[in-house]
């Protein structure tokens, strides 16, 4: 009965990423006999298998049976360890960005020319991902309107070189702004500094839809070439499914990271309610239609040059200042201006981020705690000359507050050793305050 017992016991065991694992136990000959690996549902999680003695893909020996034809395929268009390996927005993300690829071909099917290819990625040195969602979205429906304008250029032949142009230099525009936000969504999605196979998986779908897409495009032809009121509805129709499409994939997107607008989300709650929203929540809020462009607001990374120019402007910026960071609050614009310190890290960022955007809070309607509530009343009642004062004694609030937000943020999953706000290159230093200094 021992040795019974002792042969049905595992002796051993292996597991492809966190699949399913499966056990090896000893056979009544002596050899190993391995149970069959556990499926999910797009097959068998990537793992190669053999017939006993054969080798696998990576040289090692995979006992089993033959691998299934389902898992050989998808392992052309998935990244290796899909799904662990990549974001958990990777899935729905990618359905969408292939229905919107699809439909985009047969939109461009209702063109005169056919296929519209895209175009090549240009340099660009803006900050597109700080706003990759939002810049992404806005590359799309400009392609859509480099498109209408191929349409209608043949209509309005004294308009025609002009209109030809508009079309091109929209569609270098769509590669700039397609090109950087695409790397900067890969960066997200990569998960095991495996950027190159998410990127490599992702052109092979695109080569396969593309290739699906011709093929209807080359059916619709013959339908529409010569019935312009007809390829002009079908342009439509397809197009508003393609914004629709894009709209659902950028929507599917859940960034871990913060930039202005998720940090204003959650900071809003958080002084509302003291809790801290999670990743998913505020990627569902955030708005997608606006954040194009660098915030009128709040400017990280400023020239101390341009926040003072006398001795008692540089005093009052320094005082109360403890943290490697500088900031001035123009109340009757309500522009908040931020000077780093070659020492500020991600958090230093963070914090100063939320500054700024805290000041912005005194002069809403929201509610906010007592201590800060005070603070608006003053705002409201003292002459705007003295914001330094205001400034000074926020940060005595945010020693106290900061830091509960932080650990808020962690503990509901957003990354905080790194961030997506957007930052100029200038940094500074200062003396300390007279007061301040240590003897």
């Not at 292996?14 to 136990?25: D, I, L, M, V, W």
């Not at 992404?136 to 250029?153: G, Q």
């Not at 509901?412 to 997506?420: L, M």
Request: charged share 20%.
């Amino acid at each position: 009965m021992a040795d019974v017992a002792r042969r049905e016991a595992p002796l051993c065991s292996e597991q492809f990423g966190s699949g399913t694992a499966r056990g090896c136990r000893a056979a009544a000959d002596g050899t190993l006999q391995w149970e069959a690996w556990g499926k999910r549902w797009w097959g068998f999680s990537g793992a190669f298998t053999a017939k006993p003695g054969e080798r696998d893909g990576d040289g090692g020996v995979a006992p089993g049976t033959a691998s299934p034809p389902l898992s050989r395929l998808l392992a052309v268009f998935l990244p290796q360890g899909f799904p662990d390996s990549v974001s958990p927005d990777y899935l729905p993300y990618q359905l969408w960005d292939s229905v919107q690829i699809q439909l985009a071909c047969w939109a461009a099917s209702s063109l005169p020319g056919g296929w519209v290819a895209n175009q090549p990625v240009l340099p660009n040195r803006s900050k597109m991902d700080c706003n990759a969602k939002q810049w992404r979205l806005f590359a799309d429906i400009l392609n859509d309107v480099a498109m209408f304008l191929e349409i209608v250029a043949p209509i309005f032949p004294l308009c025609f070189t002009v209109t030809v142009c508009i079309s091109n230099l929209a569609k270098c525009i769509v590669g700039v702004a397609g090109g950087a936000t695409r790397a900067a969504l890969t960066m997200h999605q990569a998960r095991r500094n495996n950027m190159a196979d998410v990127s490599a998986k992702d052109g092979s779908q695109e080569t396969l839809v593309g290739l699906a897409g011709l093929l209807v495009s080359l059916l619709m032809l013959p339908l529409v070439s010569d019935r312009p009121s007809l390829s002009l509805c079908c342009f439509f129709f397809l197009t508003a499914l393609h914004i629709y499409a894009n709209y659902r994939a950028v929507r599917a997107l859940v960034i871990e990271t913060l930039n202005e607008g998720r940090l204003w989300l959650v900071l809003k709650h958080f002084l509302q309610t003291q809790e801290v929203l999670g990743p998913t929540a505020a990627n569902r809020m955030e708005p997608l239609w606006t954040g194009f462009w660098p915030s009128l607001f709040l400017s990280l990374g400023v020239p101390l040059h341009r926040l003072t120019s006398s001795v008692l402007e540089l005093q009052q910026l320094v005082e109360g200042h403890r943290e490697p960071y500088l900031l001035r609050w123009d109340q009757p614009r309500n522009q908040v201006q931020v000077v780093l310190s070659p020492m500020a890290g991600p958090e230093t960022i963070l914090r100063a981020a939320t500054h700024g955007l805290l000041l912005g809070a005194l002069r809403g309607d929201g509610a906010l705690p007592e201590e800060l509530d005070k603070l608006r009343n003053r705002v409201r009642a003292g002459p705007e000359k003295e914001s330094w004062v205001i400034v000074k004694d926020t940060h005595h609030v945010l020693d106290k507050l900061f830091p509960k937000f932080l650990k808020g943020l962690q503990d509901a999953g957003w990354r905080t050793e790194k961030h997506q706000l957007e930052v100029d290159e200038w940094r500074a230093t200062w003396l300390p305050c007279p007061e301040k200094k240590v003897l």
